[in-house]
């Protein structure tokens, strides 16, 4: 579904508890996917929701990639096969995620501004994962975020847990990353998206992890 005006998300999980996102940007280059899930029903999801937005796999110009684990990377050569659009992540990860999955992965540098739907800034959040990273949409002022904060249904934030993380004590202290970016609101992978007043809440959960 839209969620902000030229930005979808789509949750593909069976789950009411624990969603699994992934977004679509709508933009005049193109269409930019982020993440892509892991079955093959999560494919004919992102492909339902681009007939809706009147679009198909070929108007994908570029899929972007938040990290390495399983539940965003595992249909990457599927969407590649079908979209034939180059795939990047923070170039940490990006060799991480082709041994992975076995399809070309672009490295790109933390601040670095991708020049679709306004200005997508790479933002490197470490310690998920090492080159774990979120996007900055100027033009909309939110984050898609993808793991560097976890949520549930009613939007109570948290960092994301131990057991899925590279280094935790890292993960949680670099969270504050985010607040050098004017946004209101952030789009994760594990949780309900936040849509308004999404800054102040990252603020507290910084505030309260210190
Ligand atoms: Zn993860």
């Known amino acids: 579904m839209e969620v902000l005006k030229g930005v979808h998300s789509i949750d593909h999980s069976e789950e009411k508890d624990h969603s699994l996102e992934t ?11 982020i993440d892509g899930g892991m079955t093959p ?38 969407l590649k096969e079908v979209t034939g659009a180059p795939i990047k992540a923070q170039k940490l990860e990006a060799p991480l995620i082709e041994n992975a999955v076995g399809v ?31 996007y900055y949409l100027k033009k909309q002022k939110a ?32 969270m504050e990353r985010l607040l050098k970016y004017d946004f209101n609101h952030i789009l994760y992978t ?11 809440k990252v603020k507290e959960l910084v505030d309260r992890t210190r």
């Open 190 to 200: 594990h949780g309900k998206d936040i849509i308004g007043g999404a800054k102040v």
């Open 23 to 33: 977004w679509i940007l709508d933009c005049a280059e193109g269409v930019v996917l």
């Open 104 to 134: 070309k992965i672009e490295g790109l540098d933390d601040k670095q501004v991708i020049p679709y739907c306004g200005g997508i800034e790479v933002i490197w959040v470490p310690g998920h994962s090492e080159g774990n990273s979120c």
């Open 143 to 174: 984050i898609i975020a993808g793991d560097p904060i976890f949520g549930d249904p009613n939007c109570n934030i948290t960092a994301p847990p131990e057991k899925y993380c590279l280094d935790i004590k890292q993960a949680t202290k670099e």
């Open 41 to 78: 029903q999560a494919v004919e999801n992102i492909a339902a929701e681009l007939k809706l937005m009147k679009r198909g796999w070929r108007d994908v110009k570029l899929i972007l990639v938040t990290h390495k684990h399983g539940d965003h990377i595992k249909n990457l050569p599927k």
